[in-house]
């Protein structure tokens, strides 16, 4: 099969830089086709640190960062002066992986995938079709076939967090006719009809649906907790399509027992998977996927492109899009 890279152009000199790619033969291939720097393919899944004289590594979200010691390894960064990030996310890293000239994230790349799947979330949920297939002529006449389907227009989204998801899942949720509440510490323009919520609790308290798609930081772990919950508009949808340890989940299994909060459905957990036999995994109220809201056929495509974009912007002494804030955590 022959990749297609429309958006790839030719690194403007050889650089000689050394790049460790642990982010698959779609990204090594693109940098391959950019020319000017010499690859070498390696696995994030064992010391994915071991940076030996590379100038740039390629990496993502792996166990073996996860797990990774406490204290940094003997010698790191060593020449490391750019450390890409496949993901938007970075607290799947230890404290130590930043401490190098220039870390970049994947922000945006999976924005329109993981918009889809709020808007198919929002869908399902209003419309039924996965309880409402006919399998017989009797069905035509059952209570749930003839009961009015949901409608979108009117229906207040609120958005926590307004970066690239927040701004897809805005764009999309207009085009149905929503209001768009959102909450977020940015100056990012809000569509025409969006309106910027004084306070959590209160886009909690107006929305008939609310999307999680924040970063997860110190000050966002738990932010979804049982003082906040209680806020909640009768018959809320809860969407996490961002990390799990933004919601308290004891608090939202009890928000959803007393009916504060009437349906949720969670991409993402704390931790995943969760263990056999937790309570989300069979909860009426809860629509469980395994962290998949991100995928589509061209997501490494598009990360490729956005890699040596980068790596023209390195060689020619541009700044780098998607730098890693250390302060703000993301």
Avoid: C
Wanted: no cysteine.
């Amino acid at each position: 099969m022959i990749l297609e890279f429309p958006a790839v152009k030719r690194v403007s000199r050889a650089t000689g830089l050394r790049v460790i790619n642990q982010l698959g033969p779609i990204v090594g291939e693109a940098l391959r086709r950019a020319g000017g720097v010499m690859v070498a393919d390696a696995s994030r899944e064992n010391a994915p640190w071991e940076t030996r004289d590379a100038d740039i590594l390629l990496t993502g979200p792996a166990k073996a960062w996860r797990d990774a010691p406490q204290t940094a390894p003997h010698g790191w960064p060593n020449r490391v002066r750019w450390v890409q990030v496949a993901s938007s996310g970075v607290d799947g890293f230890p404290s130590w992986f930043f401490d190098v000239p220039s870390v970049t994230t994947g922000r945006g790349i999976t924005a329109d995938p993981i918009a889809e799947y709020v808007l198919a979330a929002i869908l399902l949920d209003a419309k039924r079709l996965d309880v409402l297939a006919a399998h017989g002529p009797e069905e035509y006449r059952a209570p749930d076939a003839i009961a009015p389907l949901g409608t979108l227009g009117g229906k207040v989204i609120g958005i926590v967090g307004y970066g690239a998801i927040g701004q897809a899942v805005a764009r999309r949720a207009q085009a149905f006719d929503m209001d768009i509440l959102a909450w977020h510490r940015g100056g990012s323009q809000l569509p025409e009809n969006a309106r910027r919520a004084e306070s959590l609790s209160a886009l909690f308290a107006q929305s008939d649906i609310v999307v999680l798609a924040l970063p997860l930081t110190a000050e966002t772990q738990d932010i979804v907790n049982a003082p906040l919950l209680r806020h909640a508009k009768p018959g809320l949808h809860l969407i996490n399509v961002a990390r799990g340890g933004l919601v308290d989940q004891n608090a939202l299994l009890g928000a959803l027992d007393a009916g504060q909060v009437r349906f949720a459905t969670l991409d993402v957990t704390a931790p995943e998977p969760l263990p056999a036999g937790h309570s989300f995994y069979n909860h009426p109220a809860i629509r469980l996927t395994p962290h998949v809201s991100w995928s589509d056929k061209h997501g490494r495509e598009r990360l490729a492109e956005l890699i040596v974009s980068n790596l023209q912007n390195l060689v020619v002494g541009r700044p780098l899009r998607n730098l890693f804030d250390r302060d703000r955590g993301y």
